[in-house]
Nanobody, 121 residues
Framework: QVQVVESGGGLIQPGGSLRLSCLVSGNIFKIYTVGWYCQAPEKERELVAVITSSGAARYEDTVKGRFTISRDDSKKTVSLQINSVRPEDSGVYYC???????????????WGPGTQVTVSS
């Protein structure tokens, strides 16, 4: 079994910063690409940042320069640093990870339950 758990959300004022963490645990051989997604109320879940197993990162246009995704494979953690937050950044942030449980098997995708980020003064 593989578990994905996000943490670090909360209420923050516009212009502030926060750091979200995604911990992947369980029966894991290797963690591949991991993405952070945001789902605002009554909207679809959208990819905001993604990082490959080699550390290459990509960002959705509206977060470039403000969000930074990073990973620490020794801790099986992927973080999302959010700076200069805006009200439109509010939503539930989900981590989605592709995991290989044993060598030679297919990758499987796992979601965490999400962490709420609310940007408001």
């Amino acid at each position: 079994q593989v578990q994905v758990v996000e943490s670090g959300g909360g209420l923050i004022q516009p212009g502030g910063s926060l750091r979200l963490s995604c911990l992947v645990s369980g029966n894991i051989f290797k963690i591949y690409t991991v993405g952070w997604y945001c789902q605002a109320p009554e909207k679809e879940r959208e990819l905001v940042a993604v990082i490959t197993s080699s550390g290459a990162a990509r960002y959705e246009d509206t977060v470039k320069g403000r969000f930074t995704i990073s990973r620490d494979d020794s801790k099986k953690t992927v973080s999302l640093q959010i700076n200069s937050v805006r009200p439109e950044d509010s939503g539930v942030y989900y981590c989605g990870a592709y995991v290989q449980q044993t060598p030679g098997t297919d990758l499987e995708h796992y979601w965490g339950p999400g962490t709420q980020v609310t940007v408001s003064s």
